[in-house]
């Protein structure tokens, strides 16, 4: 029988799955481990001359994801409010060290979130369901190519670690017609860039983007992110800051095309050793 007569919908296509060949996506664990132990190492390192800034940050995103399956192209939104009450569990962290014109950043996302669409009639489901767990490690290396007293400049450059698990349930009513799971892990290259500046003598702003992927070997065909803050510092220590996430990619994986992106508020407080 020619395969494009074959029935999405019958029994043996109603499981697919697409699994990375060498990277595992269960380290959602290990790297809530990795920066607990990182943070508890940071006041030795601030004793050999660097300046840290640890920060732990709540995001509140709207995410939209579209990934090509055996039924069709499933496209769900999840809306900043309804993550709050769909979030099953998530952790966010960023560490920047600096040494002269020198700062290594480092920087966790881990999401659970859970999402459901009606989607239009016509279609051979009325619903759509989507898990989406999202573990994110970004490392960058960078310098101060312009600065001042109140302002610098960082170019650099960095890899982003990803492993993302993507859930789809598809319903008629309350019938589940099938399920299909897109597993995947990679690693991307990213070049970023800061630009950081203080207005008075509490005031702090920030913006920092990078771009990368480039579908060099196994990376995403395209990702980028945006993040623009505004911060309060209440005293030598602490901070608290304010603003706006965006982090997306693209990729194909064993020919299943995907794509993500969160993007919303944040806020977050600084600590400085």
Not at 63 to 77: D, K
Not at 99 to 125: C, H, K, M, N
Request: cysteine-free.
């Amino acid at each position: 029988m020619n395969s494009s007569n074959k029935n999405p919908l019958s029994p043996r296509h109603r499981r697919g799955r697409i699994r990375p060949s060498m990277l595992g996506v269960r380290y959602g664990r290990e790297a809530v481990l990795a920066v607990a132990l990182a943070y508890t190492a940071l006041p030795a390192a601030a004793q050999e001359g660097w300046t840290i800034e640890a920060t732990t940050y709540l995001w509140f995103p709207t995410t939209a994801s579209t990934v090509q399956t055996p039924f069709g192209p499933a496209e769900t939104e999840l809306s900043a409010k309804d993550a709050l009450e769909d979030l099953e569990f998530g952790i966010m962290g960023t560490v920047i060290s600096r040494r002269g014109p020198w700062a290594l950043t480092g920087d966790l996302i881990y999401l659970d979130l859970q999402s459901t669409d009606e989607v239009s009639a016509g279609l051979a489901f009325t619903d759509i369901e989507t898990d989406t767990t999202l573990t994110a490690i970004s490392i960058y290396g960078s310098y101060a190519v312009v600065s001042g007293p109140t302002y610098a400049i960082e170019v650099g450059a960095g890899l982003r670690g990803i492993s993302s698990t993507l859930d789809v349930v598809f319903r008629l009513q309350d019938t589940t017609l099938g399920t299909f799971e897109v597993e995947d892990a990679w690693v991307d290259p990213v070049l970023a860039a800061r630009a950081t500046g203080t207005f008075g003598e509490r005031w702090t702003g920030a913006l920092t983007v990078d771009y990368g992927g480039f579908g060099w070997g196994n990376a995403s065909d395209e990702t980028w992110q945006v993040i623009a803050t505004m911060g309060y510092r209440v005293n030598d220590r602490w901070s608290i800051q304010g603003g706006y996430r965006q982090l997306r990619f693209e990729r194909e994986n064993d020919g299943v095309d995907y794509e993500v992106d969160l993007s919303g508020p944040i806020l977050g407080a600084t600590y400085r050793f």
